[in-house]
């Protein structure tokens, strides 16, 4: 295949039309290839539970086993009742041992991929339910998409109609954000081979019905593809042109949740499946921009999606150290979730390219590129083996492409100033944006702020043609039981609707409760943790030592240790469960008794304990901060110490340490705990060159603090 291939390929490489006819010429070539080798075919789906690691090795054994047990019974002869029962053992333990090699290489090959996991855990642990089938028709799927996003656009018409423009609802360049002269991107710069294969290779190798040849096949294939796909990328960059290959998704349609009525459109929600190459040519742009935007301080301080070394966690991590400042001080916060009715796919393109334009400072081919990006891109919907008419898409951008939340991302740049404008605090992540602000008993001139900053908002959004969705925006108030009494009648009017209290939101992914004390998180956490080992005590047997704990890292740690900087700081009461989940999952590895002295357990897998691994995330984003990484936002809540006089402490990297009243509220926030282990740290751990060699040295100094070495 590669030498048909290099073949068809050499016209190629000194191509100089246009880059449509480039891409069309690169996928009849590839298509070609691959059917010379591997024709389509199509087959019927068998029912029977299929056995991929059923091998012709054990088939043999298999064969020769039941050609004994036929001689057996039909002589009834010792002899050959023995060679049955040898060879019924041999074929077990054969077998035995290909079933666990082959879930072994599909654990290593996706230990980066807990969705695969988990569906390859689930296909062993629990009993699979018959595919249930759907008569709604793929031109029925995609009616409703298009007709759902439209009959929006069309509330937000109403609105606006009904509704003056806001003094902030003009997008306009606001004076705090105006872009420098200096500051603009003209072009994207051509990539060489090598910065090519380096994204090729870290891109995940999924494989759209689009593509003519399978991904992990072009991965391989790569250095006789390569050349072809680099003049293809740099023309495309070059004339400021996208193929329109590039521009068209597969949508297929799957249930929100299990159990929903497979009869009811409305119970599905569309996945996008985009081609392999576009994907790769969206993250070369997207690192592009990422780096132009960050270079020239264009970012929103408080958006933490989509930007390097900003996190759901980091943005958890300054929301929660806010609030509990505010309770230190004996004052409640007012917490608003805001929620948008499918945000990405209402985006306005020309409201879009002119943020891009006049508000970051976009221009030339790089501007002409993302209107190509934007224009003209289709979308069907696949449902059964039966496709739907091609539709444009009129308005938004496509989830499951690299570039769409990143122009989200700009696309809301504004409503920064618009919140700021009203003295409140705010972090954003995508679309998920939260507001919060302290409050006192009986000032309702707060309330009335809060209440004025949303209807900025609603107007600003309706403008730039994103609805709000006030029945779905939660509203908590955080405080003491004492004080959050006297906000029992409390709640937000947004036009005309009531916003209620909620007892608990969840805040990416974390649950809060109106005292902050993470009860119902911590709770959530051990119940699903608990699932995922029992599941995974269902095949350790099948699972090595290593395989068994990719497993447990993928479902259990990567929950134990998700925000867990919010955990440093609370009562050993509190986190005990988590510490139940991490014994637990210590003795199912180790193959433990239940009774068994766990330190020792723990102390050779050198597991740290739950606080010490609290300890050593906060430390690590201390670490971080200190050392200019991002993001800026927790850099501003640690201060060096700079004692009045000269002390020989002056230059030993430690951190200021500010007063707190509350070891329940002042002493768990990142600004006073961050201050707090950093100073406890020896000088050689706080002198680290690099963050490697600070983990490395941190993690050693933890343990032997933690098991008393």
């Known amino acids: 295949m590669e030498d048909k291939l290099s073949g068809s390929l050499a016209p190629l490489c000194n191509y100089s039309g246009s880059v449509e006819c480039l891409t069309d010429d690169l996928n009849i070539a590839l298509s070609v290839a691959i059917d010379s080798v591997a024709p389509y075919v199509t087959k019927k789906r068998t029912l029977k539970k299929p056995a991929p690691w059923f091998d012709a090795e054990t088939r043999i054994l298999k064969r020769n086993c039941r050609i004994l047990e036929r001689k057996w019974r039909s002589t009834k002869l010792e002899v050959f009742h023995l060679a049955w029962h040898n060879s019924l053992i041999t074929y077990k333990g054969a077998l035995t041992i290909a079933r666990n090699a082959y879930f072994s290489s599909i654990i290593n090959l996706n230990r980066n991929n807990p969705k695969f996991l988990f569906d390859t855990v689930r ?12 008569s709604i028709s793929a031109g029925e799927f995609m009616d409703f998409f298009e007709n759902k996003i439209q009959s929006i656009r069309e509330e937000i018409d109403a609105y606006r109609a009904a509704n003056p423009t806001h003094p902030v609802g003009q997008d306009g360049v606001l004076p705090n954000r105006m872009v420098n002269s200096d500051a603009t991107l003209l072009e994207f710069k051509a990539i060489s081979l090598v910065e090519l294969e380096r994204v090729i290779k870290a891109s995940k190798p999924t494989t759209c019905m689009l593509d003519p040849l399978p991904s992990r096949v072009l991965k391989d294939l790569f250095p006789t593809v390569g050349p072809v796909i680099l003049l293809l990328m740099n023309l ?43 994907k790769v040519q969206e993250r070369i742009v997207a690192k592009q921009i990422v780096d132009y935007l960050t270079r020239n301080n264009l970012f929103e301080p408080f958006q933490s999606g989509f930007r390097n070394f900003h996190s759901t966690e980091t943005a958890i991590t300054r929301v929660v150290n806010d609030i509990l400042l505010a309770l230190d001080k004996n004052t409640s916060t007012m917490l608003v979730m805001l929620d948008l009715s499918a945000a990405f796919d209402t985006i306005d393109h020309s409201t879009l390219l002119h943020r891009l334009e006049h508000y970051v400072g976009f221009g030339g081919t790089a501007l002409g590129w993302l209107e190509s990006y934007l224009t003209d891109r289709t979308q069907f919907v696949l449902h059964e ?52 602000i302290p409050v006192d008993s009986g000032d309702s001139a707060q309330i009335q702020k809060v209440e004025s900053c949303l209807a900025a908002v609603k107007g600003w959004m309706s403008q730039k043609f994103l609805q709000l969705n006030s029945g779905k925006t939660e ?37 809060f409760d109106p005292q902050l004390c993470f009860d119902q ?32 890292h993928a479902f259990v740690s990567s929950r134990l240790d998700y925000c867990n900087a919010l955990f440093s700081g609370l009562p050993n009461s509190t986190i005990k469960s988590l510490q139940l989940v991490h014994n637990a999952a210590a003795r199912l590895l180790t193959r433990t008794r239940k009774f068994d002295h766990i330190t020792p357990i723990l102390a050779s897998l050198h597991w740290l304990p739950i606080t010490f691994r609290s300890d050593f995330k906060v430390l690590l984003l201390t670490y971080k901060a200190l050392h200019g990484l991002p993001p800026l936002y927790l850099k501003d ?21 500010p007063k ?24 050689a751990i706080r002198e680290a060159d690099s963050v490697e060699l600070f983990k490395g040295k941190l993690k050693t100094h933890l343990y032997n603090l933690a098991f008393g070495v």
């Open 521 to 552: 998180h911590i709770r959530s956490i051990t119940r699903i943790a608990f699932f995922h080992l029992r599941n995974i005590a269902r095949i350790r047997s099948m699972l090595s030592v290593v395989d068994a704990e990719t497993l447990i």
């Open 123 to 134: 296909s062993l642990t629990q009993k699979q339910n018959q595919t249930v089938g759907s």
């Open 637 to 657: 809540l640690i201060i060096p110490y700079s004692p009045s006089r000269s002390l020989r402490s002056s230059g030993a990297g430690l951190l200021s340490l």
């Open 475 to 511: 509203l908590m108030i955080i405080g003491s039981k004492r004080d959050r009494e006297k906000f029992e009648d409390v709640s937000l009017w947004l036009d005309g609707f009531a916003i209620p209290q909620s007892a608990s939101v969840r805040n990416l992914g974390v649950l």
């Open 236 to 278: 495309s960059f070059s004339t400021g042109i996208v193929p329109s290959n590039f521009k068209a998704a597969v949508l297929k349609p799957l249930l929100k949740k299990p159990g929903l009525d497979p009869e009811l459109v409305r119970n599905y929600r569309p996945i996008s499946n985009l081609p392999f190459l576009s």
């Open 660 to 683: 707190v009243k509350k070891k329940s509220a002042g002493q768990r926030a990142f600004a006073y705990r961050a201050p707090f282990l950093w100073n406890r740290l020896p000088s």
């Open 385 to 436: 083996g039966a496709e739907s008419k091609h539709c444009k898409l009129r308005f938004g951008v496509t989830q499951g492409s690299v570039l769409g939340p990143l122009l989200f991302a700009i696309y809301m740049l504004p409503l920064g100033d618009v919140i700021r404008g009203f003295g409140i605090s705010f972090h954003c992540y995508a679309d998920d944006t939260q507001l919060y």
